[in-house]
T-cell receptor, first 116, second 117 residues
């Protein structure tokens, strides 16, 4: 049973390009969370999605960032017109339920985005 | 607004001794708390958790204590081993309207634990 798969592991983009980060949740998990970790900081919540629905996007920057979790395929975090401040590690986590106390919560290994 | 704080950026401990990592929170709506361990270039790995209805939870060498009145939790590792050297994050979750602990986690800044042989 594969864990949460994120790809690519490392992504380099020039300023102004688009970055697409992918997250395949564990089998049977329909809840996906995205977090961002800036250097020397803790993880910050960005968005919570279920299949085809955005449940909570209170942590998403208002512009340039979007996320989706289609019926088929991985969840995608898209960052348009990247800037140097977007350089960070982006982690996704998945769960079979929003009740994490009883069902747990597993993180992927992250995508390290570097904007040059 | 830092709702979860780990005030010690780093902790150094001798192998075999106790490691105590601390965490404070300000949001009284938090009702479920977790500790994660993280190695460089990897995702956080779940260690142990505690619900707000308890004040202690134990799992092998790891024990988490919760003091709700002080809004403080701590992770004890006994005995500490060199393999425990990593960054430790505490995280908190609030109950969703449906009454379940919600998966949106608020993390502290992390504490770097170094265990010397």
């Amino acid at each position: 049973n594969a864990g949460v798969m994120q790809n690519p592991r490392h992504l380099v983009r020039r300023r102004g390009q688009e970055a697409r980060l992918r997250c395949s949740p564990m089998k049977g998990h329909s809840h996906v969370y995205w977090y961002r970790q800036l250097p020397e900081e803790g993880l910050k919540f960005m968005v919570y999605l279920q299949k085809e629905n955005i449940i909570d996007e209170s942590g998403m920057p208002k512009e340039r960032f979007s996320a989706e979790f289609p019926k088929e395929g991985p969840s995608i975090l898209r960052i348009q017109q990247v800037v140097r401040g977007d350089s960070a590690a982006y982690f996704c986590a998945s769960s079979p339920s929003m009740d994490i106390a009883n069902y747990g919560y597993t993180f992927g290994s992250g995508t390290r985005l570097t904007v040059v | 607004d830092q709702q979860v704080k780990q005030n010690s950026p780093s902790l150094s401990v001798q192998e075999g001794r106790i490691s105590i990592l601390n965490c404070d929170y300000t949001n009284s709506m938090f009702d479920y708390f977790l500790w994660y361990k993280k190695y460089p270039a990897e995702g956080p790995t779940f260690l142990i958790s505690i619900s707000s209805i308890k004040d202690k939870n134990e799992d092998g060498r790891f024990t988490v204590f919760l003091n709700k009145s002080a809004k403080h939790l701590s992770l004890h590792i006994v005995p500490s081993q060199p393999g425990d050297s990593a960054v430790y994050f505490c995280a908190a979750s609030a109950k969703y309207a449906g009454g379940t602990s919600y998966g949106k986690l608020t993390f502290g800044q992390g504490t770097i634990l170094t265990v010397h042989p």
